[in-house]
């Protein structure tokens, strides 16, 4: 059987099951707060907002925040799992009945491998879907004090050639994946170098040839400024460039990494933060089942025996190194010192070794 026995399976993968949901919740429950919290803040500072709305946008970027709790939630929920079944003598009574440590695991290693598989396939999706649309509400609600939000987190700039010359865009916000820029400044040169005009306006969405600059105001030397509806600046610039440039990977979901993977590479572009992106979604169902395996390193010892509370700081000290170890490797990776795959999958398969040799060393000798 998959499970084991049926009944006593599903037994221990719904426990596994409810403690992984129960500490997710928890801890997106505390970054949505924390994250509404900052944005009331920001309101109070930039711009009067609504509550409704400043809600609405912590909502919409919560599952993007979270999605990177999914492996921490599966080592917690794990750990209180098998503290749980440890506790009531579950654990004991199964090891009576002849059940070896391995087989009483594997209903929760496969809910862990599910649930990063669902996360990376399904999950993930949904929060760029959420990702890209906060991203516009965001802009929406605070884009009329560009100036102000400049200081605060920097604004994005591009340099691109066009049919009339050179031009430098500035802008406050980049969404869609840099398709759609808020708070827009354009400086247009001509083909030999000379300034011709500036163009500010309140947005830019870039089309096959053009960016076309909605509520704009051109300023040219020698005349008084002209405000028009819409503006067009020509560009060279394809909306793959554009969003490897201003993109980010949140507003990605798992499904279009591919496709812009191969995209990037015929253009000759670096696809790096692209793969290194792609390797963690795909190595996150092992990752999770991972997570189950360093949390049973440190939760089978009996409660008799004294120790539980050290036993479990170690894990998830152990848990936090890895964490580390991944981010610093990941890094590693975007900087182009090693291939994306080592970088994303190496730690994995590292976690996975060391936590099958200390199992086996506990229950075998």
């Known amino acids: 059987m998959l499970f084991g026995p049926r009944t006593l399976g599903f037994y221990i993968g719904k426990r596994f099951l409810l403690a992984i949901f129960a500490v997710f919740i928890l801890c997106s429950v505390l970054i949505f707060l924390i994250d509404f919290v900052e944005l009331l803040r920001q309101s109070g500072k930039y711009g009067e907002v609504s509550v409704v709305t400043l809600a609405f946008i912590a909502l919409l970027r919560l599952p993007a925040y979270a999605e990177f709790l999914i492996a921490f939630a599966v080592l917690v929920g794990s750990i209180a799992a098998l503290l749980q079944l440890s506790r009531k003598s579950e654990l004991t009574v199964m090891r009576a009945g002849g059940m070896s440590v391995w087989q009483f695991l594997r209903p929760g290693i496969i809910v862990g491998f599910m649930v990063g598989l669902l996360t990376a396939m399904v999950f993930n999706p949904l929060a760029a879907a959420g990702r890209t649309a906060a991203e516009s509400v965001y802009a929406e609600a605070f884009g009329k004090e560009t100036n102000l939000l400049r200081s605060k987190s920097g604004a994005s700039w591009l340099r691109q050639n066009g049919t009339d010359g050179q031009s430098v865009i500035n802008a406050a916000i980049a969404t869609n994946r840099g398709l759609t820029l808020h708070g827009v400044s354009v400086f247009i040169f001509d083909n030999d170098g000379r300034f011709v005009e500036r163009v500010d306006g309140k947005r830019a969405d870039l089309h096959e040839g053009y960016w076309e600059v909605t509520e704009a105001w051109v300023v040219r030397i020698g005349r008084e400024p002209e405000k028009f509806d819409t503006y067009l600046v020509s560009t060279y610039l394809t909306p793959d460039r554009v969003a490897d440039a201003l993109g980010t990977m949140f507003s990605v979901s798992f499904w279009e990494l591919p496709a812009l993977i191969e995209v990037a590479e015929k253009a000759k572009l670096s696809a790096s933060r692209l793969r290194i992106q792609y390797e963690t979604l795909v190595s996150r169902p092992l990752l999770c089942a991972a997570m189950v395996l360093l949390a049973a390193t440190v939760s089978l010892r009996s409660f008799r ?35 994306p795959w080592a970088a994303i999958w190496l730690p994995v398969v590292l976690v996975m070794m060391v936590s099958a040799t200390v199992l086996l060393h506990q229950e075998d000798g």
Do not use: D, K, P
């Open 305 to 339: 025996g004294g120790g539980i509370q050290t036993m479990v700081i170690t894990g998830l000290v152990g848990g936090f190194g890895f964490f580390l170890l991944s981010e610093v490797s990941r890094q590693v990776g975007v900087a182009g010192l090693t291939s």
